[in-house]
């Protein structure tokens, strides 16, 4: 089956970066979708970031000029530079993939990684 498994997270100070790295096991094919969500402490899960096959990305309004996601087809990896981190930035990171473009179409993924800590300290 399909796995994914993020790294990259960590501790930095305001101002800072970080890239995190989503590496999937088990495709079939290209995911129509795939993107990054994020959930800090006692707030529901929000999108940052997602990418479609052909590679045209869209961001949340609060991450828009400062994160970056890309992707490597060959390579089954995702990734999201973070640059100018704020400490509303802190939280659980969980890249995720979907395959129909229906889901995708809906915002529906169906394959989640176990998620990683980013921490911003002012």
């Known amino acids: 089956g399909v796995q994914l498994v993020e790294s990259g997270g960590g501790s930095v100070q305001a101002g800072g970066s970080l890239r995190l790295t989503c590496a999937g096991l088990?495709?079939?094919?290209?995911?129509?979708?795939m993107g990054w969500f994020r959930q800090a402490p006692g707030k529901e899960r929000e999108g940052v970031a997602t990418?479609?096959?052909?590679?045209?990305?869209a961001y949340a309004g609060s991450v828009k000029g400062r994160f970056t996601i890309s992707k490597d087809d060959a390579e089954n990896t995702l990734w999201l530079q973070m640059n100018s981190l704020k400490p509303d930035d802190t939280a659980v990171y969980y890249c995720?993939?979907?395959?129909?473009?229906?889901?995708?179409?809906?915002?529906?993924?169906?394959?989640w990684g176990q998620g990683t800590q980013v921490t911003v300290s002012s």
């Open positions: 088990g495709y079939v094919g290209i995911p129509s979708c």
């Open positions: 990418i479609e096959m052909y590679g045209r990305t």
């Open positions: 995720a993939a979907e395959w129909s473009t229906d889901r995708c179409a809906r915002s529906e993924y169906s394959y």
